[in-house]
């Protein structure tokens, strides 16, 4: 994959290769944070002084379906070593799925010294870079976070509902079989948590996987990206849009995307995505 | 109808772990005791009717009957990252090959709950417990086509 400075993004500065990671593991200002879906991955191995970072006891509150609150994040970032200064660059599997999940909820706090290394975890490995067992442990850190801010990156139901009779864009970014609600009736699936099948009317379908390199997990280019978003999916950077996918993971990937990498202004996620949207009681839906 | 014995002991052994990371630990190791479908049960492609549904990933699953009539089961896992369904085959393929049909035909897919916690995504445990399913479907199938 060519340089990323080459390829025509937004924001190429919130990318950093895997060469760049291995040149700085031992950089005081740098936080390596690996963020996965399967829990097993960061303890069998991971970057040499990464920490983990994990989405269900880091990142959510314990008891209500929301996201950890501003001393929970002072604590979180205290645990890790992270002060105001540190660049913290998020990595992990499933092509940075959970990294720019990670990513996206630190920017609800406004931790913007932010990166994501480019091809995930995979890529590391790929590259026959070092792992490590070895957990390691840095001094506890002064942290003040800022309240949490779901004003300008996150959105909530009643939100979407404005936004729907606005006619204004939507992409759902999950599979095609669960954008048409084909999914839902295949009686072999476990129960996908959501009453209804299909999607939010009038969103595109783009699934988020599509903005990957499957064969690398890098990013495509910027014109690639162009292609897909603006040219298949009809969308353009001045445009208010909201993404969403079935628990708002995913498309924090779709959301990184837009705003870093074409450089739209206005994204925001609607994290109760379809397990909300698909059990409300008389909203629209399309199939 | 009761759970397999094995799978009972596998769990329970499990379940004596109560630390999340001495449990994380164990299942690593167990993932490290995967051994892929070997080449007299099945070649790639493995196509369509072993794969997993809702297992992302890509797991397969295979069966080999033994003289007594039940089953062995073998499994394949594309993902070089899917390090939890590794863990899971080789408990579900040590506990469950061998064991009653009617027996494995009733193994409830929560137990992959007991196994990992409930601190997994919904994808990931939408994927494991596809695993459960397919195995007990699997099992099912061969119980009725022998009047079992």
């Given amino acids: ?287 | 109808m009761a759970v397999p014995e094995k799978l009972t002991d596998t769990l329970e052994t499990l379940e004596m772990v109560p630390d999340r990371n001495e449990r994380i630990q164990l299942l690593i190791d167990l993932a490290g005791r995967f051994e892929e479908v070997p080449p007299r049960i099945a070649r790639r492609p493995f196509g369509e009717e072993p794969r997993v549904p809702a297992c992302e990933s890509e797991a397969f699953v295979f069966t080999e009957e033994r003289p007594d009539g039940t089953l062995d089961f073998h499994f394949a896992v594309e993902n070089p990252q899917g390090i939890s369904a590794k863990a899971m085959a080789v408990i579900l393929g040590d506990a469950l090959s061998g064991a009653p049909l009617a027996q494995v035909a009733q193994v409830p897919t929560d137990v992959v709950y007991r196994v990992f916690g409930r601190e997994l995504s919904m994808g990931k445990s939408m994927g494991l417990m596809g695993m459960v399913g397919m195995v007990s479907a699997m099992a099912k199938q061969r119980a009725e086509g022998k009047g079992v």
């Fill in chain 1, 1 to 287: 994959m060519s340089n990323i400075e080459s390829r025509g993004y937004a924001r190429p500065e919130v990318l950093v290769s895997t060469d760049w990671v291995a040149s700085h593991l031992q950089d005081p200002s740098i936080r390596i944070i690996e963020s996965n879906e399967d829990p097993l991955l960061y303890p069998s191995g991971h970057i040499p002084g990464a920490v983990e970072v994990d989405w269900t006891r880091d990142l959510n509150d314990p008891l209500r379906r929301d996201y950890l609150g501003r001393e929970g994040f002072e604590a979180l970032m205290r645990r890790i070593g992270v002060t105001k200064d540190t660049t913290v660059v998020f990595y992990g599997d499933r092509n940075n799925w959970w990294a720019t999940y990670a990513y996206w909820v630190f920017q609800l706090f406004g931790h913007d010294k932010a990166k994501v290394m480019d091809g995930g975890r995979i890529k590391w490995e790929k590259e026959g870079r070092p792992l490590t067992r070895d957990v390691p442990s840095y001094p506890a850190s002064e942290y003040r976070a800022s309240e949490r801010d779901d004003t300008k990156i996150r959105a909530f139901r009643d939100q979407v509902l404005e936004h729907l009779k606005s006619r204004k864009p939507l992409v759902d970014v999950r599979s095609p079989d669960e954008y048409t609600g084909k999914k839902l009736h295949m009686p072999e699936y476990p129960n996908e948590g959501a009453l209804r099948g299909g999607h939010i009317p009038g969103a595109a379908s783009v699934p988020w996987a599509k903005a990957i390199n499957p064969d690398d997990g890098t990013f495509k280019t910027g014109d690639e990206l162009r292609s897909l978003y603006e040219n298949d999916a009809k969308i353009k950077p001045g445009d208010d849009v909201i993404v969403y996918c079935r628990i708002g993971e995913r498309s924090s990937h779709t959301w990184f995307v837009l705003t870093n990498l074409l450089g739209f202004d206005k994204v925001r996620n609607y994290d109760g995505s379809w397990t909300e949207w698909g059990n409300l009681v008389g909203v629209p839906i399309e199939r």
